[in-house]
């Protein structure tokens, strides 16, 4: 109810009582008992503690709403009534026009209020209804009191109805923890659910247990109570819903490229070929940014993506994507939308890119996966000045972009192309390993160019012009922005490559390093001296790539750069080698009856896997002896998979020499064609060339 001041109402103002005597505007005086009085803004009085209004007529808050939460018989009722009741007394009905006058047995000036009411008891009885003078008496204190016309209606069509009707109280507070239970469970029936409520209320009421209802009369419930909850639909959806936080959606919106991107890894839905017979899913690890919704980059590696990979993915998103050989002209930046000349004027390898803008992200949300967690990545991003921000777990919407980016690049990009296998086997084809299948690089190839292609300049749902509203697309939207955020290059060097990889602490013995049951060694290296680095025993820093371990870096404490250690056998194995490879060699050159060492062993294992795999798929017939059983060849193909993809190559900078090189010490030569490079576009440009 809202309450308005008149003259002479009685009010409580800072703990005394007064009585309005004047109104004048926002100004008001107030009269107190001892014939005080005081002058008091109207909003000053209302806004006081403390104020009431003691004795004033309260005014109906609602006059002549609309009432569409009745039923069409109910509301029409309650009209009727209030046009009734509004004659009974004005002698006008409601809505009467300015020239109407009163009928004379409602005329207020020759009638009076009982003999209107008798009025109009007698004429509403003999339209059929039962009213008599009490009945419109009570009407008129009803609507005088609410000032709503619903309150002229019967109260059990106002009434709100029970979401559980007539069932115990006990039952329903059974049934509402058991569906909590239900959240991490496996999806099961109603008929389930039914027993295991029967089953509770056993254990917990055992002298008087409340009836559960009938089947059907239980399912009806069910469905009132579960309504949103799916929780007899999918466990996923079901988990999800349930981690949703309590408060409402809110939009966050982020006005500079890079503020915030999102990072994640899912399984990408479309079969490659690894070569020798071997087909996988392959996994994409891609990070959006989410104020332009640009695919700042994507990686596809084999089944088990490593820490190394979502290291390498931030070098990535820093520098310009190049040209390739292949692309159309259309892709380039200065074919696009986004302001390649005020970037060129910045940043010159922008004039080798294509239509893919580089963006520094200041902030990166990840989940709580063992890769994201990791030393590796969390060191990476330290090394590039980028800050971190987990997602709580178990709440895949706190970083709901790359969750929907990725169900996009499923319906734009996956289920077009040859092995697309579908998100379930519900959804999949007949024979699709049957098909000619690209490996894992070429895919890569595919998907970089559908990225400037296919993403970067489409319109997206979420991205609108700030001036007309307008849908943009990516590259748009970062044109409008970096505007105002303006453009810093990032320049790379070989030496950033490797403080992105995984180290540990190791002792330079005089043989060189031992590491997982390979010895590295290389000329120049301080042996037998320390670091310096107490805080590890004065052990040296080694860094090392797990998809090619056929060299390691250690870190000169006592200058600049890294020293290059090759493994000591590597001559007898010239093929990628990733640590996965070994692994499964040294499993089986641990079962072979020989005198030789271990590592010579394995080298020997090894070597002969790879040769065994270069005679050629399965479906060409191997000399005798020499196929290759189902897990070799699953080993072989995921190594030249993580092999193929594009990694940068390093020109290792001679390190500082801090000692003497032992007469007798014996090393590898290390082969001419390093792995590794610098991120520059305009090499990197050339090294897609035939």
Not at 524 to 540: C, E, F, H, I, M
Not at 670 to 689: I, N, T, V
Request: with cysteine; proline share 8%.
């Amino acid at each position: 109810m809202r309450q308005v001041l008149h003259l002479g109402d009685q009010v409580r103002y800072e703990d005394c009582e007064y009585r309005v005597v004047a109104l004048s505007g926002t100004h008001l005086r107030l009269a107190g008992a001892d014939d005080t009085t005081i002058a008091v803004l109207l909003t000053h009085l209302l806004a006081s503690d403390g104020f009431a209004l003691l004795d004033g007529a309260p005014v109906p808050a609602v006059v002549n709403p609309r009432l569409d939460d009745l039923d069409t018989h109910t509301a029409d009722l309650a009209r009727q009534w209030e046009q009734h009741i509004v004659e009974v007394e004005t002698g006008l009905p409601l809505g009467a026009g300015p020239d109407a006058r009163p009928r004379p047995e409602y005329d207020p000036a020759t009638t009076t209020l009982t003999e209107r009411c008798q009025a109009k008891a007698r004429e509403l009885t003999a339209l059929g209804w039962q009213a008599s003078p009490r009945t419109i008496a009570r009407m008129r204190r009803r609507l005088r009191t609410t000032g709503d016309p619903r309150a002229l209606t019967d109260g059990r069509a106002r009434r709100p109805a029970s979401m559980t009707g007539d069932t115990d109280p006990r039952v329903v507070e059974v049934i509402r923890q058991a569906l909590q239970a239900e959240i991490p469970d496996s999806t099961g029936t109603r008929d389930r659910f039914r027993w295991r409520v029967q089953q509770i209320i056993a254990d917990r009421y055992p002298d008087d247990p409340p009836p559960v209802p009938a089947k059907s009369t239980f399912n009806k419930l069910l469905r009132t109570m579960t309504a949103g909850t799916y929780t007899f639909d999918a466990a996923v959806t079901r988990r999800n819903m349930s981690n949703r936080p309590a408060g409402g959606f809110t939009t966050l919106t982020f006005p500079r490229p890079g503020q915030v991107v999102q990072i994640d890894t899912t399984t990408i839905d479309i079969l490659t070929h690894l070569g020798d017979g071997i087909t996988e899913r392959g996994e994409l690890t891609a990070a959006v940014d989410v104020a332009t919704r640009t695919l700042c980059a994507g990686i596809l590696r084999p089944q088990g993506t490593k820490a190394i990979d979502a290291a390498l993915l931030l070098p990535r998103m820093l520098v310009p994507d190049p040209m390739r050989p292949g692309w159309d002209d259309a892709l380039r930046i200065t074919h696009s939308c986004l302001p390649y000349e005020r970037l060129i004027g910045i940043d010159d390898r922008m004039r080798l890119a294509a239509a893919k803008p580089a963006i520094y992200p200041e902030m990166i949300v990840y989940d709580q996966g063992k890769v994201y967690v990791s030393a590796t990545f969390v060191q990476a991003c330290r090394r590039l000045g980028i800050s971190l921000q987990p997602a709580p777990p178990g709440t895949p919407t706190y970083k709901g972009v790359i969750e929907r980016t990725f169900g996009s690049i499923n319906t734009l990009f996956c289920q077009y192309v040859v092995g697309y296998v579908g998100c379930d086997t519900t959804r999949r084809g007949a024979r699709i390993a049957d098909k000619p299948l690209w490996s894992l690089a070429q895919l890569q190839d595919l998907f970089d160019e559908w990225v400037i292609a296919g993403w970067q300049s489409r319109p997206h749902d979420e991205l609108a012009s700030p001036d007309t509203g307008r849908r943009l697309s990516p590259n748009e939207m970062y044109a409008t922005l970096v505007a105002a955020a303006g453009y810093v290059p990032v320049m790379l060097r070989g030496d950033d490559y490797l403080e992105l990889l995984p180290t540990f602490w190791a002792t330079l013995n005089d043989y060189g390093v031992r590491w997982a049951g390979r010895v590295y060694n290389t000329r120049g290296l301080p042996r037998r001296q320390p670091s310096g680095v107490t805080a590890q025993k004065n052990k040296w820093q080694v860094a090392y790539d797990e998809y090619d371990i056929t060299r390691i870096w250690v870190r000169n404490h006592h200058g600049t750069g890294w020293f290059t250690l090759d493994w000591t056998h590597r001559a007898m194995v010239n093929a990628p080698l990733a640590d996965f490879t070994w692994r499964h060699a040294r499993r089986k050159a641990a079962t072979m009856d020989s005198t030789e060492p271990l590592e010579t062993r394995t080298a020997r294992v090894l070597n002969d896997l790879l040769r065994r795999a270069g005679h050629g798929p399965p479906d060409q017939p191997p000399p005798p002896g020499t196929a290759l059983t189902a897990e070799e060849r699953r080993v072989v193909s995921r190594t030249r998979a993580g092999a193929a993809a594009h990694r940068p190559t390093l020109d290792d900078p001679p390190p500082d020499d801090i000692g003497e090189e032992p007469a007798d010490e014996t090393s590898a030569d290390a082969p001419s064609d390093a792995p590794f490079g610098a991120f520059d576009a305009a090499d990197h440009a050339q090294r897609w060339l035939p």
